[in-house]
């Protein structure tokens, strides 16, 4: 079956530009989360999802970082007014229960 | 700082011999994961281990848990060129958001 989708796979931006980042997580998983991943550093956590609602932003690292979820499928992160610090891998999961399936990520680049 | 952390950072062996990586922890747990990330994208699920367990098999795998150390250990027996990769374990924190705790990860290189 279909697994967790991330578009786009790649991004650049020039740095004070916002991106939207989004991800198709598996049908009936409840639970989705976004992590990001530095250069081979380990996985940040960013936000995580229960169904609709985010009961943990506490990785959010600044308010230009926000994230949604509509109809309990799609998340979106959004950052606003990017910084070259904010150039990594993004990566969503969701999640049945404990197991967490990944997509591939998008890499984002701020120039 | 991180929950959990990996080690050693790297590891290279040659192809068929065994890998260990181990992974500490700070808090208690309901359960702890081992992860592998090829080429710095997503990461597959290996195998999850509860705090009550011990010890878990999974084909070439072992993942071994002794929370009064809080430690975690992932064999890899008979390794193979494929099993190049990063590798990170998980936690779940007991009492938390349903969220994972990352450690930094080991990387395991497979010298054929």
């Known amino acids: 079956g279909a697994g967790v989708s991330q578009s786009p796979s790649n991004k650049v931006t020039e740095k004070g530009k916002d991106v939207e980042l989004r991800c198709d997580p598996i049908?009936?998983?409840?639970?989705l989360y976004w992590y990001r991943q530095s250069l081979g550093q380990g996985l940040e956590f960013l936000i995580y999802?229960?169904?609709?609602?985010?009961?943990?932003k506490s990785g959010l690292p600044s308010d230009r970082f926000s994230a949604e979820r509509t109809g309990g499928s799609v998340s979106t992160l959004t950052i606003q007014r990017t910084q070259q610090e904010d150039s990594a891998v993004y990566l969503c999961?969701?999640?049945?229960?404990?197991?967490?399936?990944f997509g591939p990520g998008t890499r984002l680049t701020v120039t | 700082s991180q929950q959990g952390e990996e080690d050693p950072q790297a590891l290279s062996i040659q192809e068929g011999e065994n890998a260990t990586m181990n992974c500490s922890y700070k808090?208690?747990?309901?359960?702890l994961q081992w992860y592998r990330q090829n080429s710095g994208r997503g990461l597959v699920h290996l195998i999850l281990?509860?705090?009550?367990?011990r010890e878990k098999h999974s084909g070439r795998l072992r993942v071994t848990l002794d929370t009064s150390k809080k430690s975690s250990s992932l064999l890899i027996t008979a390794s193979r060129a494929a099993d190049t990769a990063s590798y990170f374990c998980?936690?779940?924190?007991?009492?938390?958001?349903?969220?994972?705790?990352f450690g930094q990860g080991t990387r395991l290189t497979i010298n054929p």
């Open positions: 999961a969701s999640s049945p229960n404990y197991e967490q399936y």
């Open positions: 049908s009936g998983h409840t639970a």
């Open positions: 999802f229960q169904g609709n609602s985010a009961p943990d």
């Open positions: 808090t208690s747990i309901n359960n």
């Open positions: 281990i509860r705090s009550n367990e």
């Open positions: 998980a936690t779940d924190v007991r009492g938390g958001a349903q969220k994972l705790v």
